[in-house]
């Protein structure tokens, strides 16, 4: 009896994922000036798709501060490097760069998370994204592969 209902509720599992498209992500980042996520994939189905950015570490944003920045590929070390001279205050980033996709805020402790939802219409099935942090330094380990499906 008991081992039925757990196959049934098994079953219920796998065929709500299998119809349902991932419509958020989350990605860790940490005091070892890392994300645990290498890639993740944005379904062009979804109806809004959001991004959680959280910071696990204990170091503040002045030390060890992330972001999570979205472009192009081609357009990432460019928008990085001239974030660098906008400052903590700006978060690292020249917001109104039209090549910015999507960005959270700056985040460290004790402020660890941040959310938002990305515009699905500056994103196109095939082409090559970037999601970086912008805090000097920090893109050279900082980055990922986002995948548009
Ligand atoms: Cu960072």
Known sequence: MFLKAVAVSLFTLASASAFAAECAVTVESTDQMSYTTQS?????????????????GNLPKNVMGHNLVISKTT???????????Q???????????????AYTKMIGAPEKEDTITLDLSKLEVGSDYTFFCTFPGHMALMKGKVVVQ
């Open 87 to 101: 400052g903590l205050d700006k978060e690292y980033l020249k917001t109104d760069d039209p090549r910015i996709i």
């Open 40 to 56: 993740f994939t944005v379904d062009k189905s979804c109806k809004a798709f959001t991004v959680t950015l959280t910071h696990s």
């Open 75 to 85: 357009d990432a070390q460019s928008i990085a490097n001239e974030g660098m001279s």
